[in-house]
């Protein structure tokens, strides 16, 4: 696919002259879809990047964005891009703590917050905050009231677009976009941070040009394509599908009222694709599983059926079924599966992704086999998104795929994946050292060890994860998580085995799932602990271990475990704002549970 030569927000304005009245956006208001069209979009750009210039932002200056997504923040980025300010997001689920290091280290100079609850962390890290100059508010109900002070420092979004409306100044925008060069930082995405402070990765135009066509052309997208945006946009894996694609593509995008109504929403926009990360996937696998607990012993029996009947079908391809193969999943999906679709929203995706962390194997076999054309991707914030993924029709469940168009790879000795490209960032923010260690001679060196089978890349883990026991057996902790993580009673397993003579793992349960079962059972219970300390919930757990142990080596299984009375919270630094977990941290607060499983000693 060949793209013209323009930046995003060049590409915004070109939009805007070509599909002028076609829709770009739609969001729900108290349940309505309003729709914005191309025009619109660039229209309102406009205004919020002529209101952030008379408010002082010159181009080269940094825009942070701390909000759920909403038309709002894609507004403000777009606005950012259009006068030649880089944009940086926040995740609004960032602890103050995090917030202020996030705005402090990127040197943000003005910052959008969706509502108080954001805007009262930058308030209470403004003695950190030399630089910032301005904080603009989206909604303004139920604000605090200011000091003088913080009121000087306070905006609302209207209150901007209307300031860049009546200074009618259309000048700064034609001329920072005559200066806009490819190789110009247009966003600036801050990782995880799952080993240690987030660093901030500095993304040009020309990274997120390049990125386009591999995801164009694997997802077989087009300007009919719809997407329903609700993972945080400071992560590269929602900015590619809500901005970098759309954008270059003419496609449309659709905001939902919350991050709580997303599966109300899923089915209301039925949207073409479908970007889920695994915790999403495990959350709507457990919700078919308590769905199916709760009806009839007739549904419960189809479903069975379908399922055993239709497996063979998840990873072959549809144009090779037979005749009978055909009739046999068009029988099941009348009778079951087009339900269950329904459910979860999803019976008119053409095309379903899972990508930004590692996704056990049944997982992806389950949503295939109830019809679902779920596919594996692989990317990084470093390059600028996706770089690898299955084709529609060639499906190897485990693998994430061959690599896409414009991506070049190699496999290092130890077995690191590296890859060269336009789609590879520019470099960490502040940090040479770490962006010499990243990028080596053009070479993306992305930390991950893979394998290549028959042209499908197979994720083996990270490299500074693979363990080692004391026996000498090189253990891949996230192979042995995953296969836990497929069971809908187990929602995070963190594995012990650096060092130690056996496996051991500390195991979270999906409180939801579990807690229906216990219902049913009529188990009482009050709370997390009480369920989780209940003798039954334990040898479920067991049992379910177990399960998995099978499909493992016996150098892999897991021997003995601890069950965590609490669920793994952000706000105590024991996983990131993506859920990924630290494993550090991890390590260091259940010291004691982990010591007692090896018997007090090093196992």
Not at 205 to 212: C, E, H, Q, Y
Not at 227 to 234: E, K, V
Not at 292 to 303: H, K, V, Y
């Amino acid at each position: 696919m060949t793209l013209p030569p323009l930046t995003l927000p060049q590409m915004l304005r070109e939009r805007a002259r070509s599909d002028a009245a076609r829709v770009a956006i739609r969001q729900k208001d108290f349940g309505i879809w309003k729709p914005c069209t191309w025009a619109s979009y660039h229209k309102r750009a406009c205004h919020f990047a002529q209101g952030l210039a008379a408010l002082g932002l010159t181009g080269g200056g940094h825009l942070g964005v701390i909000s759920e997504n909403r038309i709002e923040w894609v507004l403000a980025q777009m606005g950012a891009g259009l006068m030649g300010a880089i944009t940086v997001g926040v995740y609004p689920t960032s602890p103050a703590s995090e917030v202020a290091y996030v705005i402090g280290h990127a040197d943000v100079d003005m910052v959008v917050c969706e509502d108080q609850e954001q805007t009262d962390k930058v308030l209470d890290a403004l003695e950190q905050l030399p630089r910032l100059k301005k904080i603009i508010v989206i909604e303004t109900k139920g604000l605090r009231s200011f000091t003088p002070e913080q009121r000087a420092l306070i905006a609302t979004f209207d209150e901007v677009q209307q300031l860049g409306r009546a200074s009618a100044n259309a000048q700064v925008i034609d001329e920072a976009l005559a200066r806009q060069g490819m190789d110009d930082i247009g966003l600036m995405i801050y990782t995880s941070g799952s080993t240690g402070k987030p660093k901030g990765a500095m993304i040009s135009w020309r990274a997120i040009r390049g990125v386009v066509p591999g995801i164009v052309e694997r997802m077989r997208l087009d300007a009919r394509a719809s997407h329903l945006s609700y993972l945080p946009l400071c992560h590269v894996a929602e900015q590619m599908l809500t901005t970098f694609t759309p954008i270059y593509l003419g496609s449309t995008v659709n905001f939902g009222e919350s991050i709580r109504t997303v599966q109300e929403d899923l089915r209301e926009v039925a949207p073409s694709m479908f970007l889920g990360v695994p915790r999403i996937w495990e959350k709507l696998h457990a919700a078919i599983h308590i769905k199916m607990q709760e009806t009839g012993a007739l549904q419960r029996a189809l479903f069975r059926r379908a399922m055993a009947a239709c497996a063979p079908l998840a990873d072959k391809p549809r144009k090779h079924w037979t005749a009978l193969e055909r009739l046999h999943f068009g029988l099941h999906y009348w009778l079951i599966l087009r339900a269950l679709q329904n459910f979860i929203g999803l019976r008119e995706a053409s095309v379903a992704l899972t990508g930004a962390a590692p996704i056990a194997p049944d997982v992806v076999r389950f949503f295939r086999t109830l019809g679902v054309p779920l596919i594996e991707v692989y990317g990084l914030t470093e390059s600028s998104g996706m770089v690898t993924g299955h084709h529609i029709d060639d499906v190897a469940i485990g693998t994430v795929g061959p690599v896409t168009e414009g991506v070049q790879y190699r496999i290092a000795e130890n077995g690191e994946f590296q890859i060269r490209g336009e789609m590879v960032f520019t470099g960490y923010y502040k940090s040479p050292e770490a962006t010499a260690q990243s990028i080596v001679d053009g070479w993306l060196h992305t930390g991950d060890v893979v394998r290549e089978e028959a042209g499908q890349i197979r994720i083996v883990d990270r490299l500074k994860d693979i363990m080692i026991t004391a026996g000498g057996k090189n253990i891949t902790p996230s192979e042995i998580e995953n296969t836990m993580k497929a069971s809908p009673f187990i929602k995070e397993c963190i594995i012990v085995a650096d060092a130690r003579k056996f496996v051991a793992a500390l195991v979270m349960i999906d409180f939801e799932t579990v807690g229906k079962w216990a219902e049913a059972r009529r188990l009482a219970f009050t709370h997390f602990r009480s369920l989780v300390e209940t003798p039954e919930v334990q040898q479920l757990v067991g049992e379910e271990i177990a399960k998995g142990n099978a499909q493992l080596a016996q150098v892999a299984q897991i021997r003995k475990f601890h069950l965590l009375t609490k669920e793994l919270d952000h706000d105590d630094g024991e996983v990131t704002a993506t859920m990924k977990v630290r494993r550090a941290s991890i390590y260091k607060t259940y010291a004691r549970e982990i010591e007692a499983l090896y018997g007090g000693g090093r196992g």
